[in-house]
């Protein structure tokens, strides 16, 4: 395996955890409204991203899914939905919100950065197809991590104070 299909094969899947760990954050702190909808939203750019990657990878004869990975099997997802009904806004879960932030910030960075190896190994070994398919990508990845960083800053001012000092 070379190692373009090593940085390929590590972007779908650092795309796929980030989409599952927003959809499950969504689902988590469904009653949060701005969260739900805005950890979805951002979710569905980096499943986009998935089916992008698996089609370039297959030129390179590499055989990634292009189905982004779903979350929570149906199941456990009623019962996340549940569960976030009868918490509602208690402290406990406004704790787990925090965590759950700042774990998004992170992978987030994490997923940025994955794109800018795929830019520069691209590059280096001109591979047009690759660099244009980072190029496309890796702007609107920055604009979601810049994005979810503001939005995750936000929400840390706003919840953090109510869920640590009660």
């Known amino acids: 395996m070379s190692k373009i299909e090593l940085v390929l094969r590590e972007l779908h899947r650092s795309e796929n955890s980030l989409a599952r760990d927003l959809l499950t ?9 701005e969260i739900f909808h805005t950890a979805r939203d951002v979710a569905r750019w980096s499943h986009d991203h998935v089916r992008l ?4 990878a297959a030129a390179h004869d590499l055989h ?6 779903t979350g929570s099997p149906a199941l456990l997802e009623r019962l996340t939905h549940r569960t976030s009904e009868l918490l509602g806004r208690r402290p406990e879960p406004g704790l787990l919100l925090l965590a759950d932030l700042r774990r ?8 940025s950065l994955d794109w800018e190896l795929l830019s520069q190994a691209a590059q280096a070994m ?3 197809d690759l660099f244009e398919l980072a190029r496309r990508c890796h702007p609107q990845t920055l604009r979601q991590m810049l994005r979810q960083m503001r939005w995750a800053n936000g929400q840390l001012k706003i919840v953090s104070p109510q869920i ?3």
């Open 104 to 111: 998004l910030h992170r992978k987030a960075a994490g997923v």
């Open 164 to 166: 640590i000092a009660s």
């Open 25 to 33: 954050v969504a689902d988590r702190h469904r009653v949060e409204h």
């Open 64 to 69: 990634l899914d292009p189905a982004p990975s």
């Open 126 to 128: 001109r591979q047009r």
């Open 53 to 56: 990657i698996a089609g370039s």
